[in-house]
């Protein structure tokens, strides 16, 4: 139990500390979606659409064509 709750702490401190990280793969790298969530720990793509969603306001293809347009 101690372990498990240490791991699922881990994982928050990480996705909290991963925004920047999201925003720099989805701008500077062709790797898809999947591949990012995966990379950084999102357990699946649909939460980690939800969160890039909540925190950037859009959803992760979305936030690559708006900084490609720029």
Do not use: H
Request: charged residues 25%.
């Amino acid at each position: 139990m101690v372990v498990s709750l240490l791991n699922f702490k881990c994982k928050v401190l990480c996705r909290l500390l991963s925004r920047p990280a999201i925003c720099n793969y989805l701008r500077t790298t062709d790797m898809s979606v999947k591949e990012i969530s995966n990379l950084l720990g999102f357990p699946n793509i649909n939460f980690f659409g939800k969160y890039v969603r909540e925190r950037l306001g859009c959803s992760p293809l979305e936030y690559r064509r708006q900084q490609k347009e720029r």
